[in-house]
């Protein structure tokens, strides 16, 4: 492979349902830092929590033992191809499952975010549409926010 070698990524948002994958093409070289980043757009999120990346025993980010939400991923490269001339990576090639909001506290946390949201007789229903609503009521289906 050269320097201008190309990963191709599935990025896999682990214990959600229903499930949650992103297929990139960065190049070879991307700094983690970056690819942190490229993950967060792919996601939807806005960067609003610490990071580490880890490759067995060893991880890359910010050290520290608490991580709020507890988000995490398998990143898995599907395969690594040459750069085809006149495309522009780091590039977003599918997108599978609606994210989560990123700060409704992790997979148990959307797991009763969901559960608020299907049920119009659920004691948070209200609560947990106008949150997601970013502060307005307006009149949301929902259904259509679990929606892939």
């Not at 999120?45 to 398998?74: C, K, M, N, Q």
């Not at 599918?94 to 997979?107: F, L």
Request: charged content about 25%; proline content about 7%; aromatic content about 6%.
């Amino acid at each position: 492979m050269t320097a201008a070698g190309i990963a191709h990524l599935r990025i896999k948002l682990n214990d959600v349902e229903p499930g949650v994958v992103r297929r990139l093409e960065v190049p070879l070289a991307i700094r983690l830092d970056r690819l942190h980043l490229l993950l967060q757009a792919a996601i939807g999120w806005t960067d609003s929590h610490l990071y580490e990346i880890r490759a067995r025993d060893i991880g890359w980010g910010v050290p520290d033992p608490d991580f709020g939400d507890g988000w995490e991923h398998t990143v898995r490269i599907e395969r690594i191809t040459d750069a085809v001339p006149g495309i522009t990576y780091p590039r977003l090639i599918e997108a599978t499952g609606r994210c989560p909001p990123e700060d409704v506290g992790g997979p148990w946390g959307y797991r009763d975010f969901i559960e608020a949201i299907a049920d119009p007789d659920h004691e948070q229903h209200a609560e947990t549409l106008t949150w997601v609503a970013g502060g307005e009521n307006p009149r949301i289906d929902g259904a259509s926010l679990l929606r892939s």
